[in-house]
């Protein structure tokens, strides 16, 4: 439903962000696929976001870091007043967290660099 009115899923934030961080990765990937779908309806939502995405990152759960890597070039467009701190954030992860987060910064670099080009 949220495909054809995206709108809807502000009313959801709060369960999405729950979900953000399930140990269930099929859940938590809806979860983090929903919430990147309400913030290109509404990008003021990314903010709403913001803390747990940070929290995501900064799991103790692999997995949940993981998911978050993966959806940082993304979630990075869509919140790039937030950027530089997103990527700290994944940096301090790959640093201290001994995983390599290379891949998924340099992609959210290029791609933001793709967005001011245009």
Avoid at 10 to 20: A, K, P, V, Y
Wanted: contains cysteine; charged residues 20%; neutral net charge.
């Amino acid at each position: 439903m949220s495909r054809r009115r995206p709108e809807i899923l502000g009313f959801f934030s709060t369960n999405l962000q729950r979900l953000m961080s399930s140990a269930e990765e099929p859940c938590r990937n809806l979860a983090f696929g929903l919430a990147l779908r309400s913030i290109q309806n509404n990008p003021s939502f990314a903010a709403d976001f913001l803390p747990t995405f940070m929290c995501c990152l900064g799991s103790r759960d692999f997995e949940v870091v993981q998911t978050a890597l993966r959806n940082l070039p993304e979630y990075t467009l869509l919140c790039q007043e937030h950027a530089a701190v997103l990527l700290h954030r994944a940096f301090l992860v790959g640093m201290y967290g001994q995983m390599d987060t290379s891949v998924q910064i340099s992609e959210a670099l290029r791609i933001l660099h793709m967005e001011a080009v245009m």
